[in-house]
T-cell receptor, first 114, second 116 residues
């Protein structure tokens, strides 16, 4: 079974601090994604990548950076964390592009910015 | 833009009773969308429950069913007899083709609580 591992599982950060969320997949998938979920919203796409050393903006990229140093690893970086970035973050991977493809998700990272 | 609307908030159902979670979608794309149901069990990540990529077809998995209805733009999730182990959050999603720019739009999620 394909596996996507996120770390940490939860984090408390201070406003203005830097936060890095990590994601590692053993699926040999080219496509990786970062989503956030807030109460009252569906999952929203922040950044994605379809090849190492390249990232693309999703629907809500402001305030976030992404890094894909290798096929297996995909990080989400909050340079200056803000209260509004409190949410649950999910990493996912897929073999082919999104539209009709099964996504494999990590367990999620609960981020609280205080 | 594209959107997915599903039964809001939490649904509580007694064990062995039937379930329906409504899902309707809206899209400005001329392409036929692909439709998905994902489920998130407590403490776990989302996982695919079922998907249907052809209008008029029905998908099924673990006793759940959903039919892709292009006329009513709906993809309701149903189960005839729920179990406690079905307690989870269910997400309807709309997939639109576009190569590397393909999109997947999720609904807000519906939390199902099954009481014994």
């Amino acid at each position: 079974e394909a596996a996507v591992t996120q770390s940490p599982r939860s984090k408390v950060a201070v406003t203005g601090g830097k936060v890095t969320l990590s994601c590692h997949q053993t699926n040999n998938h080219d496509y990786m994604y970062w989503y956030r979920q807030d109460t009252g919203h569906g999952l929203r796409l922040i950044h994605y990548s379809y090849v190492a050393d390249s990232t693309e903006k999703g629907d809500i990229p402001d305030g976030y950076k992404a890094s894909r140093p290798s096929q297996e690893n995909f990080s989400l970086i909050l340079e200056l964390a803000s209260l509004s970035q409190t949410a649950v973050y999910f990493c996912a991977s897929s073999e082919r592009p999104l539209s009709n493809e099964r996504l494999f998700f990590g367990h999620g990272t609960k981020l609280s910015v205080l | 833009g594209d959107s997915v609307t599903q039964t809001e908030g939490q649904v509580t159902v007694s064990e062995s009773k039937s379930l329906i979670i409504n899902c309707t979608y809206s899209t400005t794309s001329i392409a036929y969308p692909n439709l998905f149901w994902y489920v998130r069990y407590p403490g776990e990540g989302l996982q695919l429950l079922l998907k249907v990529i052809t209008a008029g077809q029905k998908g099924s998995s673990r006793g759940f069913e959903a039919t892709y209805n292009k006329e009513t733009t709906s993809f309701h999730l149903q189960k005839a007899s729920v179990q406690e182990s079905d307690s989870a959050v269910y997400y309807c999603a709309l997939g639109l083709p576009g190569g590397s720019n393909a999109k997947l739009t999720f609904g807000k999620g519906t939390k199902l609580s099954v009481k014994s």
